[in-house]
């Protein structure tokens, strides 16, 4: 592969990684508000959310690292990445949605 060609890969992969990076990290700290003392589960239909929330944070971080790896190690960039990325990030914001719901309603029961 030429440097052109190579310069031309990074350059159409770096918005994504730094996307992906940057859910990531806002994922983090969506967790960590999660789990704060302000979002305790007050009842059981609560806790049940709580549950479904912390393990869905947690695979789509999984799936966020997962792909990054993938991005970072290979040359090429095919389609499927570009459709992966897009699938993550429509479940990120799905998150955020619920998040923002159940943070809605715990500041109700607090």
């Not at 040359?75 to 897009?86: G, H, Q, R, S």
């Not at 998150?95 to 809605?104: E, F, I, N, V």
Request: charged letters at 25%; glycine letters at 2%.
């Amino acid at each position: 592969m030429n440097k052109s060609a190579t310069l031309e890969n990074k350059s159409i992969r770096q918005p994504h990684f730094m996307r992906l990076n940057l859910m990531n990290r806002e994922l983090t700290r969506m967790l960590a508000r999660l789990h704060s003392y302000q979002c305790e589960p007050c009842t059981s239909e609560m806790y049940d959310k709580f549950l479904r929330l912390n393990h869905d944070g947690h695979s789509l971080q999984d799936t966020i690292e997962k792909i990054s790896k993938v991005l970072d190690s290979t040359t090429k960039f095919p389609k499927a990445i570009l459709d992966e990325i897009d699938a993550v990030m429509q479940r990120y914001h799905g998150y955020q949605k619920s998040l923002t719901s159940y943070l809605s309603e715990a500041i109700i029961h607090h």
